[in-house]
Every structure is written in structure tokens, then in C-alpha cells.
């Protein structure tokens, strides 16, 4: 006696469907993604602030001017000495018009030196500016 054998049949993955949502997600991350300018890595101790409050995104982050140290001062993640700030201030301001500032002093930078830097500041006519803090722990 002799058996019908049923052949099997090849199974198959649908690949195009599967292509149209890989095309989905990467669409939607690549939407999604914000990009960012990378920063240098400093190591700034923020001081802390019980009456900080935290400032409205904006779509252009403001630039920063950063005080590490009596020496180590810079804007926008290029080093400044504190003689040429105000140049550096000034020249920014015209390449640079319409955008913010923010000052982050680190904890352990002499007040003497903040103080120059503000001063600087309110020489090239640049008032209101915001300071990066930590919220109180």
C-alpha cells in the first residue's frame, strides 16, 4: 500500500512590509533626534540657588561664557584672558547679533575675577544675563 505524502511548502518572511516599517523608525528618530553642538568637558561646580528658576527652551541655545578659574576663562568654548574679554565681547556681539548670553562660574573661581567678567559685561552693554546654578539640595 503506498501513501500519498503531502509536500510541505517553503515558508517565507515578507520582507517588504517589514522594510516599510524599519522605514517608519528611522524616520521617526531621525524627527525625533535633537542634535546638539558637543561641548567641552569641563569640570564646573555650580553654585547653588534656592530662588533659580529654570529659563523657557528656546530653539538657539544661548552662548556661554565660563569662568573656571583666575585663568581660565572662556566664551563660547574659545579661551579668553580677562585683559581681552571685552574685545572678545564686543566682537561677538557684531558677529552674533540677536543671541543670548549665560554666565557659568564655577564655585571655587575667585569673586574677583566673576566681578571683572560682569564688569565686562556691562561695558559692552550686555545687561540681564542669565547664571547656570544647581538647584539647593
Known amino acids: 500500500m503506498q501513501f500519498h505524502i503531502r509536500k510541505r511548502r517553503n515558508l517565507a518572511i515578507n520582507v517588504v512590509s517589514l522594510i516599510d516599517i524599519l522605514a517608519i523608525l528611522l524616520i521617526f528618530f531621525i524627527v525625533t533626534t535633537?542634535?546638539?553642538?558637543?561641548q567641552q568637558?569641563?569640570?564646573i561646580n555650580l553654585p547653588e540657588s534656592k530662588s533659580a528658576e529654570t529659563a523657557p527652551a528656546s530653539t538657539k541655545p544661548p552662548a556661554v561664557l565660563r569662568?573656571?578659574?583666575?585663568?581660565?576663562?572662556?566664551?563660547d568654548d574659545k579661551p579668553v584672558t580677562l585683559e581681552g574679554l571685552e574685545g572678545a565681547l564686543k566682537s561677538w556681539q557684531a558677529s552674533n547679533p540677536g543671541r543670548t548670553l549665560a554666565l557659568q562660574a564655577d564655585r571655587e573661581a575667585p569673586f574677583g575675577v566673576v566681578v571683572r567678567?560682569?564688569?565686562a559685561l556691562r561695558a559692552c552693554g550686555l545687561r540681564d544675563i542669565p547664571a547656570f546654578t544647581e538647584p539647593e539640595s
Open 67 to 75: 569662568v573656571q578659574s583666575a585663568t581660565a576663562v572662556s566664551l
Open 34 to 38: 535633537t542634535f546638539r553642538k558637543p
Open 117 to 119: 567678567v560682569l564688569d
Open 41 to 43: 568637558q569641563l569640570q
